[in-house]
């Protein structure tokens, strides 16, 4: 019998061939926490009798969700994890270097074909670069911090097919938006997915992290973007699902068929064609996070911002994904047109997303974000209204004051 791509990268990591439902103890590549699950990760390795993390090379350490602190609680659990950093001599990444995600992909801490743990939910980005990376839960964590090793269930499969080619104005968030609205929100619970097909192969690394990076709103346990066509700065070996391998469901798409989409209230999978949510007004405006906060991103808000300025009524925050994001950004021009049509710069981080600070929403207001996650209260109030949608999306009904299609701004999207 074949392997899926999740079956044979276990199986390395297990040193023995596995299938789905199968149970395998692995080796581990890597781990990641941020300030969220690094303070209880550090006490759960503590109490476990932990002096030294299996690899210090191996482990990363990110302030990102609440940073800078917003208020002397949260403050010292910063603190908290410096000094576990300096005793145990591992990497720290502090306030404004970026999101977790993105600086694991940026600094090239996870590769191809390895095997990645991160205590955040969204840990499945990596499968951008056809890495097995999920989210697991602070004390797990501790348990490979001290082992380098960790057990799992082997999920089954999903192999989604991806055919034609992107309509132009529209992105890959209104293609992960559409898929998960066909699945649901626990459409994919524990399963691994596989994205592949031609619309795939001209998609840039950003575009493939986007799409990874929402399969955990399907429930996914990981997920897999097909390889072919993606360029990185170091050579590595492509893995493909063999032909007689074996996936539970199999889906098939038609991109040229979807059109920009946006999820309403209050659920990721509550998702629509943006022509039932026009004109509905917005108060507050946001680009940033793991899912879209990328030079691609801010790229595309400008061009549809550049020599106009957002509406008065409108506030429109963006965080870049990290630092490196935003100094290209600085550098090429992009962060002065945005400024210069009304945006505000925060330090890169999850802020807003995760609703921690740094921008959130009033009573009553409705927000059009470019993150992953519009459950009630996400953005920091449950008397707010978010809708998910891509940068261009967020850029043209800023412009408007309204939610607006950006297909239709055709002067300003090339």
């Not at 910063?78 to 694991?104: P, S, W």
């Not at 840039?204 to 993606?230: P, W």
Request: with cysteine; charged share 20%; proline share 4%.
């Amino acid at each position: 019998m074949g392997q899926t791509i999740i079956e044979k990268i276990v199986s390395t990591h297990a040193n023995k061939q596995v299938h789905q439902n199968e149970i395998a103890i692995v080796n581990v590549d890597g781990v990641m926490a941020t300030d969220t699950t690094a303070p209880l990760t550090i006490k759960a390795f503590q109490d476990m009798g932990g002096e030294k993390v299996w690899d210090s090379k191996k482990v990363f350490l990110i302030i990102d969700h609440a940073a800078p602190a917003p208020n002397e609680r949260i403050a010292n659990l910063h603190t908290l994890m410096r000094e576990f950093a300096k005793v145990q001599n591992i990497k720290l990444y502090d306030i404004g270097e970026g999101i977790c995600h993105q600086l694991m992909v940026e600094n090239h801490h996870v590769k191809p074909g390895q095997l990645f743990l991160g205590a955040d939910s969204h840990t499945c980005t990596y499968g951008a670069l056809g890495a097995f990376a999920t989210g697991v839960g602070s004390t797990d964590l501790a348990g490979v911090m001290l082992t380098g090793q960790t057990w799992l269930k082997v999920p089954a499969s999903y192999k989604i097919t991806l055919n034609g080619k992107l309509q132009s104005g529209v992105a890959a968030k209104d293609l992960i938006l559409y898929i998960v609205g066909q699945l649901g929100i626990e459409g994919a619970t524990y399963k691994a997915i596989e994205f592949t097909g031609p619309a795939v192969d001209s998609l840039s690394l950003d575009e493939r992290m986007t799409l990874s990076n929402m399969a955990i709103e399907m429930g996914a346990k990981a997920c897999f973007v097909d390889t072919t066509g993606l360029e990185l700065p170091y050579d590595f070996n492509h893995i493909y699902g063999d032909d007689d391998a074996e996936y539970e469901k199999e889906y098939v798409f038609n991109v040229s068929q979807i059109n920009p989409e946006i999820a309403i209230p209050h659920s990721p999978d509550n998702v629509r064609d943006i022509a039932e949510a026009i004109d509905t007004p917005i108060q507050m405006a946001f680009i940033g996070s793991c899912t879209n906060g990328r030079l691609d991103d801010l790229h595309v808000a400008a061009e549809i911002l550049k020599g106009r300025r957002i509406h008065p009524d409108v506030r429109l925050i963006i965080a870049p994904a990290s630092q490196k994001v935003f100094l290209d950004a600085l550098r090429d021009g992009t962060v002065e047109t945005l400024t210069a049509a009304g945006a505000s710069f925060i330090s890169s981080g999850c802020g807003p997303c995760v609703g921690t600070h740094q921008g959130v929403p009033g009573n009553g207001e409705n927000v059009i974000s470019a993150t992953n996650r519009n459950f009630q209260g996400r953005m920091g109030n449950r008397h707010s209204n978010v809708y998910l949608a891509s940068p261009a999306t967020v850029a043209a009904s800023a412009l408007n004051g309204k939610i607006t299609d950006p297909t239709t701004l055709k002067e300003a999207v090339s």
